[in-house]
């Protein structure tokens, strides 16, 4: 018996992957059928249903799946799902599909055919109360409001059977782990209470910090990155492996941490895409989800501590997994060591921090950045980075 939290809503991870055996006959079939191009995030949501990131789900949202989920983060049956998961396209595609055909749902960036879906509804939407709803604002320029307004016309639902992992699980090899391996893994560990760390970045020493926080009180951390499209500017999932690993060989117990990644695209939904995360880390096995300011927030549409305070507006069974709630860290010169807004009660100007911007100036300028910011280790490796650019 696992002493772990089980899957969202069902006993067993439920990847949508076809079983290997069947996967070629599937694929032959799956030529023969209407081609439908998706966009990076319907690309990405497939790979999530492959590995079972998106258990108990079996497909994208019916309109009553998209409105309960919207309105009162509640499916038509009654599973809490926080962010609708759905497969938008244009009208003139939609229009040369029949409710009940099969078709081929293609990734046209690598031109493979991702998963074979029943059609089994075609809705519109009301887009604005999506994006009011889930996002908090109806302002274009929010890039997850951005692209729910930029999206098809008309939704496609049905059952998916996913027939590639997608490109990352290749590109990724060992860090693509998927929920039923972590979950061994936590099990060899003897572990049963697991935080997850959510990142998109190399980690420092607040990050670190964080981590310690929950290693403190539970068995492990999972460090679980987003692996998946980059915005200009990001650092690539190879540089940040190597840069998190570091830490993690120099800084941590053995045995305390695990590193992962999975294929997701951000939405930047702030609060609701925190409880998203919650929902994906509680199929991954983990009992905790770590959850810093403003958690998968972007520019100003959300308050601090609105992705903290969203988990406490939950009615009782909704999620297993909880919010590990902790406030911004870092390095305090008179605390001498590392401290939170919570546990420091002196003036900022004691706080050793580092702007984004201030830091990669430094970093691909090859000047210094103090060790009470960075691991040594860490900033090592985020500048040979640099330099290779500038090269
Ligand atoms: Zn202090």
Request: net charge negative; aromatic share 8%.
């Amino acid at each position: 018996m696992s002493k772990l939290v089980p899957p969202h809503g069902s006993d067993e991870v439920m990847p949508l992957l076809i079983p290997e055996a069947e996967r070629a006959e599937v694929l032959k079939f799956a030529q023969t059928l209407k081609k439908v191009p998706l966009r990076s995030r319907e690309v990405s949501d497939i790979s999530m249903f492959a590995m079972g990131a998106y258990t108990p789900l079996e497909g994208f949202m019916g309109h009553a799946d998209w409105k309960g989920v919207c309105e009162n983060m509640k499916t038509a049956s009654g599973l809490f799902w926080p962010i609708p998961i759905t497969c938008p396209v244009d009208k003139e595609i939609a229009d040369s599909i029949n409710e009940g055909e099969e078709v081929a749902l293609v990734d046209p960036e690598t031109d493979t055919i991702m998963a074979v879906m029943e059609v089994s509804e075609k809705y519109y939407i009301d887009k604005a109360l999506e994006a009011a709803n889930v996002y908090r604002t109806t302002d274009p320029e929010h890039p997850g409001v951005k692209s729910v307004m930029e999206q098809g016309e008309v939704n496609l639902a049905g059952k998916v059977r996913a027939l590639s992992e997608g490109q990352y699980a290749e590109k990724y090899g060992e860090l693509f782990v998927r929920p039923a391996e972590s979950r061994a893994m936590f099990a060899e560990r003897g572990w049963s209470q697991v935080a997850a760390f959510q990142t998109r970045n190399p980690m420092h020493r607040s990050h670190e910090h964080l981590a310690k926080i929950a290693v403190e009180v539970l068995d492990g951390v999972f460090i679980h990155q987003v692996l998946g499209k980059l915005k200009p500017g990001d650092i690539p999932a190879e540089v940040r492996t190597k840069a998190i690993q570091a830490m993690i060989d120099n800084y941590f117990v053995p045995g305390t941490v695990i590193q992962a990644g999975y294929p997701i695209e951000m939405r930047y939904a702030g609060p609701r895409e925190a409880l998203l995360h919650a929902v994906i880390r509680q199929n991954f096995g983990c009992s905790h989800l770590i959850v810093g300011r403003d958690h998968a927030g972007v520019g100003d549409y959300y308050g601090p501590f609105d992705a903290q305070d969203i988990f406490d507006e939950l009615w009782d069974g909704a999620l297993i997994t909880q919010p590990l709630k902790i406030d911004i860290t870092f390095y305090c010169k008179k605390c001498d060591g590392m401290a939170t807004a919570k546990t420091c009660p002196h003036d900022k100007s004691e706080r050793v921090t580092i702007s984004g911007t201030e830091q990669r100036r430094r970093l691909a300028a090859g000047e210094p950045i103090p060790p009470e910011f960075s691991r040594p280790e860490v900033v090592k490796i985020l500048q040979e980075y640099y330099a290779s650019l500038n090269s």
